[in-house]
């Protein structure tokens, strides 16, 4: 598993190798308390055309902090995630607009000169302010189970609370309670997924960096970070598409359609929306065939 540095944090990432086409490498950001792994089923099919590159955002799947010696002893002791007290980072260092320089760093550091850029989720918040800060690099967006622009107090203050409380209920040992990764597999999606995926995302629910998970929830919905991103959109002058799951109830077909009407490509009636029927909020899971064929084709309109 390659390791590399950005702002002294070290990220896990994996990279295709290059094809003969001269297409644009395919950069992939996954979701909160979710990893990299989930994309694997877009990189089976994708990486024969296009170079892939997959990674996991700081404190999350593989790109954990640092524990010192003596954290690391005393979590031998305790049945919760070690306290990362001395590795924290600044608050802001988990904004939107901080894991998108990231990002930049990350295909600097590459040499990936042009990328479409496929986010999931809060991945799709990253990809959006991605293609702000690098207009020369990002050539295009696919934001998949993303939406918003919307706040509605009552319901952010239900939503994030709840976030905290589930934040709190993870310790190490429930990796190992038998047949729990079931609730996985049926949880935010329109029909059961493989057990293996519900099996990685016990791993990844429980894994994430208790610092980084509870900040970039808080940070990515308040209310100014929630109105600033129809902005973004609206600034964007590379083509972004939207894809919905008609069943997902964490984003709303209702709230990707907003979001996507800040964009030059909406046109009025969601031409840059592609609803996929009988699908939740992991697209890529529950639906890979239908994601590959619609990416494929958006990015052939602009080759």
């Not at 293996?196 to 629910?205: E, Y």
């Not at 799951?245 to 969601?270: M, N, R, T, W």
């Amino acid at each position: 598993m390659p390791i590399i540095d950005i702002l002294g944090a070290k990220h896990a990432y994996e990279l295709t190798p290059p094809t003969s086409s001269p297409h644009p490498v395919l950069v992939f950001i996954h979701g909160w308390l979710l990893s990299r792994s989930y994309w694997q089923p877009l990189i089976e099919r994708l990486a024969a055309d296009y170079q892939c590159l997959i990674y996991d955002l700081r404190g999350f799947g593989d790109s954990q902090p640092q524990i010192k010696p003596r954290q690391r002893r005393l979590s031998k002791f305790s049945d919760e995630i070690p306290d990362t007290t001395a590795a924290k980072q600044p608050q802001d260092h988990y904004t939107l607009a901080a894991y998108a320089k990231d990002l930049g760093i990350l295909v600097r550091k590459l040499g990936i000169n042009q990328a479409w850029v496929i986010g999931h989720s809060l991945g799709g918040s990253i990809a959006l302010w991605g293609a702000s800060l690098l207009p020369e690099q990002v050539v295009g967006v696919i934001c998949l189970n993303a939406g918003g622009g919307i706040y509605l107090k009552e319901e952010f203050e239900r939503f994030r609370a709840a976030g905290e409380q589930l934040l709190k209920l993870r310790p190490r040992w429930l990796c190992y309670v038998p047949w729990l990764e079931l609730l996985f597999v049926r949880a935010q999606v329109s029909r059961p997924i493989a057990r293996r995926w519900g099996r990685q995302r016990l791993i990844d629910f429980v894994a994430a960096d208790p610092e980084a998970a509870l900040r970039v929830l808080l940070d990515s919905t308040t209310e100014a970070e929630v109105h600033r991103l129809p902005q973004v959109v609206s600034q964007l002058q590379q083509p972004v598409y939207f894809f919905a799951g008609s069943d997902d109830k964490v984003i709303e077909p209702k709230y990707v359609h907003h979001l996507a009407s800040f964009h030059q490509l909406f046109q009025g009636c969601g031409h840059n929306v592609i609803e996929i029927p009988g699908c939740g909020h992991m697209a890529m899971v529950e639906k890979p065939d239908t994601v590959e064929d619609n990416i494929r084709k958006i990015i052939a309109n602009y080759l």
